[in-house]
């Protein structure tokens, strides 16, 4: 299964951009997928969740802001990024969770927000 990220880019601070992930291969399916992010000398931390069922969960630093989203018969997850901020900037890294395979990770799309 490959998950191939894209929609990143240089946004100013109080725009917005939407990432898209697809899931591709031979026949799977996928509990959950997600959003992670880096940002320079930093952890990877989780930015949003989506199960199959639709349940979402969020890091506080996003919430009200970011919302992510899925269209199940294409296997791709969105996410929906309103208010960006500078502390936002990163490299965004999609993740599904598959039966059978586990976690696999996307290549990861540079987010830039500036001032």
């Known amino acids: 299964v490959q998950l191939q990220a894209s929609g990143g880019g240089l946004v100013q601070a109080g725009g917005s951009l939407r990432l898209s992930c697809a899931a591709s291969?031979?026949?799977?399916?996928?509990?959950?997928m997600g959003w992670y992010r880096q940002a320079p000398g930093r952890q990877r931390e989780m930015v949003a969740t989506?199960?199959?069922?639709?349940?979402?969960n969020y890091a506080d630093s996003v919430k009200g802001r970011f919302t992510i989203s899925t269209d199940n018969a294409k296997n791709t997850v969105y996410l929906q990024m309103n208010s960006l901020k500078l502390e936002d900037t990163g490299v965004y890294y999609c993740?599904?969770?598959?039966?059978?395979?586990?976690?696999?990770w996307g290549q990861g799309t540079q987010v830039t927000v500036s001032s």
């Open positions: 291969g031979s026949s799977f399916s996928i509990y959950g």
């Open positions: 993740l599904a969770n598959i039966a059978d395979l586990g976690v696999n």
């Open positions: 989506i199960t199959s069922g639709g349940s979402t």
